[in-house]
Nanobody
């Protein structure tokens, strides 16, 4: 599977934006789909994931209540709706696949196929 993320850009603090990730090659229904992010000089970190079975979602505490992950299986796409953005949300955001057990979904090392990343910059 190949992934391509889009939708990043410059957003004011308190604003909203939606990231999109389109897959090609294989259906996303085979994978748990995650969004992860990275700030220069820091490790990648987990943001959100949507499970392939049942569609249950999980979030990092830092984004819970502000971000929403969703998927459209028919379009082979995954989205990240980001509301009430904060300057500390500034990062490159990646969509990625995983098939790891539940306890492993919060570790970015368990994500195997990554999109190219899209920059989100939140101005204060």
């Amino acid at each position: 599977v190949q992934l391509q993320a889009s939708g990043g850009g410059l957003v004011q603090a308190g604003g909203s934006t939606t990231l999109s990730c389109v897959a090609s090659g294989r259906t996303l229904s085979l994978y748990d789909m995650g969004w992860l992010r990275q700030v220069p000089g820091k490790e990648r970190e987990f943001v959100a994931v949507i499970r392939r079975s049942g569609g249950r979602t999980y979030y990092a505490d830092s984004v819970k209540g502000r971000f929403t992950i969703s998927r459209d299986t028919a379009k082979n796409m995954v989205y990240l709706q980001m509301n009430n953005l904060k300057p500390e949300d500034t990062a490159v955001y990646y969509c990625a696949t995983t098939t790891v057990v539940l306890s492993g979904i919060f570790d970015w090392n368990n994500y195997k196929t990554w999109g190219q990343g899209t920059q989100v910059t939140v101005s204060s």
